[in-house]
């Protein structure tokens, strides 16, 4: 009989984790590390885009090779994340001689350190091991979140966004649990912060066999999916975007079709600029059953964030939400940028860091005062956001200066200071 592990905490706050690989494993393990603070040592010849984008927004280091011996100088933990087996060994065999603790994503029994099923609920963060049983893990694990839930609203207190409980949270989820067949559910994830996921969103989250994931859904959702879960990165198919969206369609369609449970898992809301109709439409025509959770979008919640309403008693009786990833002289925009110069209230571009320049530029041409007040929020409800406060005649060149990266949501009209204090 082996012995059990020691359950123990890590403060990783600033001390340095190497993570060997830069497929699906490390990307849904990577998010958490850094949520601990840690300072993440990435090492692998490719990365997912969900990873490359995280690198691209300084949030952790890439070194663009395979592992050598000194990748491990100065680590405090290590996180094998990859499926050869040979290189996997080689790896756990350097932490051995220099006495760091190793995770193994490929073989539980030679790791020296196992990642447990967890689950937060504000404050408090619950570990769960299976005795090397993932999925007992993971069974543990959602009847505590169940428990702590239903503990908090017995106290009368509301549950965290993103956290099941209460009668909505169960019914919700009634009808997609009662059929085995195959079915998609295409769900909003929210503006990034985990908990902003709708109960709904995350009890379907939890009955997936497969997940179809944008590059922007919050990572810590993803580290939370059960071992076994076919993870498709929607972001890392090829082709163009119009292919791109086909190849997606046909994943959730035959994948439901071999009767799996498939959860296309979008950032924001799956039909703010999300393509959603897109893919509802080709379950549709197939045959396959879909079920839409709304979520929120962060052309509202990242400004709220940032302290911004977009709409205030007296400011502002009106907002619109635009893409702003066609050029306005584009013949491909579809967006009357004329008519929006000419409205007084709040306008709120999404996409839109890349163009703002002849954005703003075009909206002072049509008529909209160059004074007027703006701001670019950096990814809005996560702990790496950023505000950018301006005016529109100047807000590109300030965006620019401050390195501002996307994802990013730009407000302009004068709610930008209707909060400050």
């Known amino acids: 009989m082996s012995a059990s592990p020691y359950p123990l905490g890590l403060r990783l706050d600033g001390r340095r984790v190497v993570v060997v690989g830069g497929g699906a494993v490390a990307t849904r393990r990577v998010p958490a590390l850094l949520d601990a603070g840690a300072d993440v040592l990435l090492v692998s010849p490719e990365l997912t885009p969900a990873l490359r984008a995280r690198v691209d927004a300084g949030r952790l280091h890439w070194v663009p090779r ?15 994340a990859i499926d050869d087996p040979m290189a996997a060994a080689a790896v756990s065999a350097v932490a051995a001689e220099r006495r760091i603790f190793c995770v193994r994503a ?32 993971m069974t543990v694990r959602d009847a505590v979140r169940d428990l702590l839930a239903a503990r908090v609203v017995s106290d009368g207190v509301a549950p965290p966004q993103g956290l099941p409980g209460g009668a909505a949270g169960a019914s919700g989820a009634a009808g997609a649990a009662g059929t085995t067949a195959g079915r998609v559910a295409l769900v909003g994830a929210g503006p990034g912060d985990p908990e902003l996921i709708t109960v709904r969103g995350w009890r379907l989250l939890t009955e997936a066999d497969v997940v179809v994931a944008d590059r922007l859904v919050p990572g810590l959702l993803l580290d939370e999916l059960r071992a076994d879960v076919e993870l498709v990165d929607a972001s890392k198919i090829p082709y163009g975007p119009s292919r791109a969206q086909e190849e997606i369609n046909r994943i959730l369609v035959d994948r439901a079709q071999a009767g799996a449970v498939v959860v296309r898992l979008k950032g924001g809301d799956p039909y703010v600029f999300g393509r959603g109709g897109e893919e509802l439409l080709a379950c549709a025509q197939a045959g396959v059953p879909v079920t839409v959770v709304p979520g929120v979008t962060s052309s509202i919640a990242a400004p709220a964030a940032a302290g911004i309403p977009v709409t205030h008693r007296g400011v502002a009786h009106e907002f619109t939400v635009v893409s702003g990833h066609v050029a306005p002289d ?35 041409a049509h008529g909209r005062s160059p004074q007027t007040p703006a701001a670019v929020v950096q990814e809005g409800t996560t702990g790496a956001q950023r505000t950018l406060r301006s005016t529109l005649g ?12 996307p994802p990013a949501v730009v407000v302009v009209g004068d709610v930008v200071h209707t909060l400050d204090t």
């Open 66 to 80: 395979r592992f050598a011996p000194e990748d491990l100088d100065g680590a405090w933990l290590v996180q094998v």
């Open 106 to 137: 490929d073989d539980r029994t030679a790791a020296t350190a196992w990642t447990p099923a967890v689950t937060r609920h504000g404050p408090v963060t619950v570990a769960v091991f299976g005795g090397g049983d993932p999925r007992r893990a």
């Open 330 to 364: 584009s013949p491909a925009s579809l967006v009357r940028w004329d008519a929006l110069a000419g409205l007084r209230g709040t306008l709120v571009i999404l996409m839109g860091l890349k163009n703002l320049a002849a954005i703003a530029e075009t909206l002072i």
């Open 394 to 405: 100047a807000v590109a060149a300030d965006a620019r200066t401050a390195d501002v990266r």
